[in-house]
């Protein structure tokens, strides 16, 4: 279980030989951080006369980020067990036709079952990144950058996710759910990657910087 890791023996783990983790536990623990500065922006702005009139908005919002904190935490591990099963698959033999069209068929839903974590990764990661957009707006300005920052952790982890989908997507050979969730996740990717990056400009302009 690598959420109850501490977090120099989750980098430590991550940065060794073995195959799990890997991108797809970094895509989900940067998905968990992005959303926990959504969190963390909303209890900096509860309970402050400044913003008492958009306080039952942002307590909605932190209601929201508690459940995805749980979801993407829970997909670190989910992304490592899903990997096994698809390296067991590579290892069945192939020596027959029985044996390789069985090799193909176990290949081929493991493949799928791994591509249902990092699509799931996308998905929590845009639905925060949506609380994200928002708090660029009605936030406490005291931490406006703490949205930048888990706004640009949430998009690199939708981005991240996308390649882990792809990397298992070439070698499904049902064309059909290839195709299907490929239109899936580049919709995601797009509307992710424009909500960040508004998020990311409203920011520049609250501090003044030069784009």
Same mark, same amino acid.
């Not at 969190?39 to 932190?62: A, Q, R």
């Not at 996710?161 to 059909?176: F, H, P, R, W």
């Given at each position: 279980?690598?959420?109850? #890791?501490?977090?120099?023996?989750?980098?430590?783990? $991550?940065?060794?030989? &073995?195959?799990?983790?890997?991108?797809?536990?970094? !895509?989900?623990?940067?998905?968990?951080?992005?959303?926990?500065? %959504?969190?963390?922006?909303?209890?900096?702005?509860?309970?402050?006369?400044?913003?008492?009139?958009?306080?039952?908005?942002?307590?909605?919002?932190?209601?929201?980020?508690?459940? =995805?904190?749980?979801?993407?935490? #829970? =997909?670190?591990?989910?992304?490592?067990?899903?990997?096994?099963?698809?390296?067991?698959?590579?290892?069945?033999?192939?020596?027959? &036709?029985?044996?390789?069209?069985?090799? +193909?068929?176990?290949?081929? +839903?493991? =493949?799928?079952?791994?591509?249902?974590?990092?699509?799931?990764?996308?998905?929590?990661?845009?639905?925060?990144?949506? $609380?994200?957009?928002?708090?660029?707006?009605?936030?406490?300005? =005291?931490?406006?950058?703490? %949205?930048?920052?888990?706004?640009?952790?949430?998009?690199?982890?939708?981005? #991240?996710?996308?390649?882990?989908?792809?990397?298992?997507?070439?070698?499904?050979?049902?064309? &059909?759910?290839?195709?299907?969730?490929?239109?899936?996740?580049?919709?995601?990717?797009?509307? !992710?990657?424009?909500?960040?990056?508004? !998020?990311?400009?409203?920011? $520049?302009?609250? $501090?003044?910087?030069?784009?």
């Amino acid at each position: 279980m690598f959420i109850d #890791s501490d977090i120099k023996e989750f980098v430590e783990a $991550l940065s060794s030989k &073995e195959p799990v983790p890997g991108g797809g536990g970094a !895509a989900a623990l940067a998905g968990a951080l992005g959303n926990a500065l %959504v969190s963390m922006v909303g209890n900096l702005t509860v309970g402050k006369e400044k913003y008492k009139d958009v306080e039952p908005e942002v307590i909605e919002i932190l209601k929201k980020a508690k459940e =995805l904190q749980e979801k993407l935490l #829970s =997909l670190i591990d989910e992304d490592a067990q899903v990997f096994s099963k698809v390296a067991a698959a590579y290892k069945m033999p192939k020596n027959t &036709e029985e044996e390789k069209a069985k090799k +193909q068929e176990a290949l081929n +839903q493991a =493949l799928k079952d791994a591509c249902k974590v990092p699509v799931e990764i996308m998905e929590y990661s845009l639905e925060a990144i949506k $609380l994200q957009r928002r708090l660029a707006e009605i936030g406490s300005n =005291l931490a406006i950058s703490d %949205v930048g920052v888990g706004a640009l952790l949430l998009k690199a982890a939708v981005l #991240s996710g996308k390649l882990n989908v792809y990397i298992n997507l070439n070698s499904i050979t049902d064309k &059909e759910f290839v195709e299907e969730t490929k239109e899936r996740i580049e919709k995601i990717s797009e509307d !992710a990657e424009k909500l960040a990056d508004e !998020a990311y400009q409203i920011i $520049l302009q609250k $501090l003044k910087i030069e784009k």
